[in-house]
C-alpha cells in the first residue's frame, strides 16, 4: 500500500475501491483487482509525488530473508515471478529438485505441494483474512492455515510450523494449530447456528451494478423493497460493496430454509426486472460460496 508523504492519503486505483499495490519489479504502481497500473502517481489530494510504502509483501519479505539469511537461495512466487507460461511449474521443479533452500510466496504455494524435504514453514499473518466481512471467513482462515501446515514434516524428516498471527487466542488459529478439525468443525458451526447462516440456511446473492452510483442504489433498494414483500424468508441489504472495474455495486441476499421457494421468488419477481434493467447489470448467484 502506498500513502502520500503530504497528506498521508492511500494511492487508489480510479476504476475500483481498492488501494494500488506497489510492485518493486517495474517500479509500479497496480491494481489487482482490474489490473490498472501507474508509474508516475499524483497525490489527487495535494498533488504530491512523494509516496512511502507500507505492509508485507512478498518482495519486501524477500528483501528481509535476504538480509537475514545472505547465503541461502531463495524463490519467490507470486503473480511477478509466474506471469510467464509455466512459470508456476518451473519455480515448484526448481525447489522440488533442491536448487533453493527457501520457497517464499502467496497462498498459491499453500495447496497440493508434496516436496518431502520441506521441514518447516513459516505462515505470516495467518489470520489477516478473519477481518473479511463474509460468514466463511474463519473457515477460510482455518482452512488456510491446516493446507500451509500440512507441507511441511511429508517426510521421514520430520517438520516444524510456525504460525504467526495477530490474534493467536482466537480458536481458527488454536484449532488450527492443533491441527483439531473436529473441535473446529463444532465450534464453527454454533456460530452458524447463531446466526442462521449455511448449512443451517440457504443463500441467494442478488448484485446489482451499474456505472452510474445512483442507478445501481435506486435498483439494489427496489429490488430489497420487493424481496421484504415476502416474510417466508429474510432479506438483508442492499449493500454498498464499493466500485469495481467502473462499476457501482450493491448486494441483496436472501437467506431463508426453503430453497426451491426461494429459486421460485427469483423467477418470478426478480428475473423480469433482470430482463428489463438495460445497462444496469443484475447478477444472481444461488448458494453463492461467500459474501465477500
Not at 510456525?162 to 493467536?168: E, K, L, S
Request: proline letters at 3%; charged letters at 20%; a positive charge.
Amino acid at each position: 500500500m502506498l500513502t502520500c508523504k503530504q497528506c498521508s492519503s492511500v494511492a487508489a486505483c480510479p476504476n475500483c475501491d481498492v488501494s494500488l499495490a506497489y510492485h518493486k519489479t517495474g517500479a509500479k504502481a497496480t491494481c489487482h483487482v482490474c489490473g490498472y497500473t501507474q508509474s508516475k502517481l499524483v497525490c489527487t489530494e495535494c498533488g504530491s509525488t512523494q509516496w512511502q510504502g507500507s505492509g508485507f509483501a512478498t518482495q519486501r519479505l524477500e528483501e528481509q530473508l535476504r538480509s537475514h539469511f545472505p547465503s541461502a537461495r531463495i524463490l519467490r512466487m507470486d503473480a511477478d515471478t509466474t506471469r510467464k507460461t509455466d512459470g508456476h511449474a518451473t519455480l515448484l521443479n526448481a525447489f522440488s529438485k533442491g536448487e533453493a533452500d527457501i520457497l517464499l510466496g502467496t497462498q498459491m504455494i499453500a495447496k497440493g505441494l508434496d516436496i518431502p524435504n520441506v521441514t518447516l514453514v513459516g505462515i505470516l499473518q495467518g489470520d489477516a483474512a478473519l477481518g473479511r466481512p463474509d460468514y466463511r471467513s474463519i473457515e477460510n482462515t482455518f482452512a488456510m492455515m491446516v493446507q500451509a501446515a500440512g507441507r511441511s514434516g511429508r517426510s521421514s524428516l520430520g517438520g516444524e510450523v510456525i504460525i504467526q498471527a495477530f490474534d493467536v487466542r482466537h480458536y481458527a488459529v488454536q484449532y488450527a494449530r492443533n491441527q483439531d478439525y473436529g473441535s473446529f468443525f463444532n465450534h464453527e458451526m454454533k456460530y452458524r447456528h447463531q446466526g442462521q447462516y449455511p448449512p443451517y440456511t440457504y443463500l441467494i446473492a442478488i448484485t446489482v451494478s451499474d456505472e452510474q452510483w445512483d442507478k445501481a442504489r435506486g435498483l439494489g433498494v427496489d429490488i430489497a423493497l420487493r424481496c421484504r414483500g415476502d416474510e417466508s424468508f429474510k432479506t438483508l441489504g442492499p449493500a454498498d460493496l464499493g466500485k469495481i472495474k467502473g462499476k457501482f455495486r450493491f448486494r441483496i441476499v436472501c437467506k431463508g430454509k426453503d430453497l426451491a421457494g426461494l429459486k421460485a421468488f427469483v423467477r418470478q419477481e426478480i428475473l423480469p426486472i433482470k430482463r428489463k434493467s438495460g445497462k444496469t447489470q443484475i447478477s444472481i448467484n444461488v448458494s453463492p460460496m461467500g459474501l465477500q
